[in-house]
Nanobody
């Protein structure tokens, strides 16, 4: 079972930046895909950005050009640099790991970290 620990959330003014980090309990080479999701008040959890084992990256349209995702295979971490933050980016941000075990895809989640953007 993969354990994920997020850090870096907090309160920031609109236009500011935050960097989220997700530390995985095992090597990223054993994880098919890592991603960041978010869930705002009264909304469903949505994809923000993801990166797979070979480095393919996808972004939600709402964050393209603002939230680059990166990974450090030596530290087993995946970071989300959040720039030009908007009030609507306020949400709990969750780290996700997708692992193929046999014929089953297993999805693991971190505990979430709150990001609040004030106007």
């Amino acid at each position: 079972q993969v354990q994920l620990v997020e850090s870096g959330g907090g309160l920031v003014q609109a236009g500011g930046s935050l960097r989220l980090s997700c530390a995985a309990s095992e090597s990223l080479f054993g994880i098919n895909r890592m991603g960041w999701y978010r869930q705002g008040p009264g909304t469903q959890r949505e994809l923000v950005a993801r990166i797979d084992r070979i480095g393919t990256i996808s972004y939600a349209d709402s964050v393209k050009g603002r939230f680059p995702i990166s990974r450090d295979n030596t530290k087993n971490t995946v970071d989300l640099q959040m720039n030009s933050l908007k009030v609507e980016d306020t949400a709990v941000y969750y780290c996700s790991a997708l692992v193929l075990i046999g014929a089953n895809l297993n999805n693991y989640w971190g505990q979430g970290t709150q990001v609040t953007v004030s106007s």
